[in-house]
Antibody
Framework: EVQLVQSGAEVKKPGESLKISCKGSGYSFTSYWIGWVRQMPGKGLEWMGIIYPGDSDTRYSPSFQGQVTISADKSISTAYLQWSSLKASDTAMYYC????????????WGQGTMVTVSS | EIVLTQSPGTLSLSPGERATLSCRASQSVSSSYLAWYQQKPGQAPRLLIYGASSRATGIPDRFSGSGSGTDFTLTISRLEPEDFAVYYCQQYGSSPKVTFGPGTKVDIK
């Protein structure tokens, strides 16, 4: 079964760092782009960036460039999203998703990781 | 930068009715790279349509997509109870690489 499994919910304080993960299985992890999508409470979907695990080529949304870092470890089929200094406004659900070449749509989604930043 | 606009914001319909959702782009989008997603409360989004008109695996044929250029449509021919959800369109290719529309909520009248 093709799936993406994300790490569990996090509760952090402003200024703390965080790295969440997304592990792929059931397919060739290095052959598909993986994207990260933010969904703030009660709001819509926002694309953050994509990474190609085969060579770690990464593209960021202008809205998130410099705010987060996307990386991948192809040896363990895992992509990451990290923050160096969290803000309360980073409170959101974060999804990873596989970008499938026919139509370049996100065909497989992780279950989401809820990040809560509160003092 | 391509901006996607969806209308209406909310669509109130009854089961069995036809739903027509619109997605308009600020610049021309390749039809190959326009997708639609469904999201229910507490769930991750699910891909419905890719390439503007191709149904994803396992998607019932009551869902159909059409359009080209800057105007795209998602049609649900007869609403089932499980279809009441939020629907997003998404484009790929033009800077920024990926854009989502703001969503249309289909709720029960």
């Amino acid at each position: 079964e093709v799936q993406l499994v994300q790490s569990g919910a996090e509760v952090k304080k402003p200024g703390e760092s965080l790295k969440i993960s997304c592990k792929g299985s059931g397919y060739s992890f290095t052959s598909y782009w993986i994207g990260w999508v933010r969904q703030m409470p009660g709001k819509g979907l926002e694309w953050m960036g994509i990474i190609y695990p085969g060579d770690s080529d990464t593209r960021y949304s202008p809205s998130f460039q410099g705010q987060v870092t996307i990386s991948a470890d192809k040896s363990i089929s895992t992509a990451y999203l990290q923050w160096s200094s969290l803000k309360a406004s980073d409170t959101a659900m974060y999804y990873c998703a596989r970008l499938n070449p026919p139509g370049s749509a996100f065909d497989i989604w992780g279950q989401g990781t809820m990040v809560t930043v509160s003092s | 930068e391509i901006v996607l606009t969806q209308s209406p914001g909310t669509l109130s319909l009854s089961p069995g009715e036809r739903a027509t959702l619109s997605c308009r782009a600020s610049q021309s989008v390749s039809s190959s790279y326009l997708a639609w997603y469904q999201q229910k409360p507490g769930q991750a989004p699910r891909l419905l349509i890719y390439g503007a008109s191709s149904r994803a695996t396992g998607i019932p044929d009551r869902f159909s997509g059409s359009g080209s250029g800057t105007d795209f449509t998602l049609t649900i021919s007869r609403l089932e109870p499980e279809d009441f959800a939020v629907y997003y369109c998404q484009q790929y290719g033009s800077s920024p690489k990926v854009t989502f529309g703001p969503g249309t909520k289909v709720d029960i009248k």
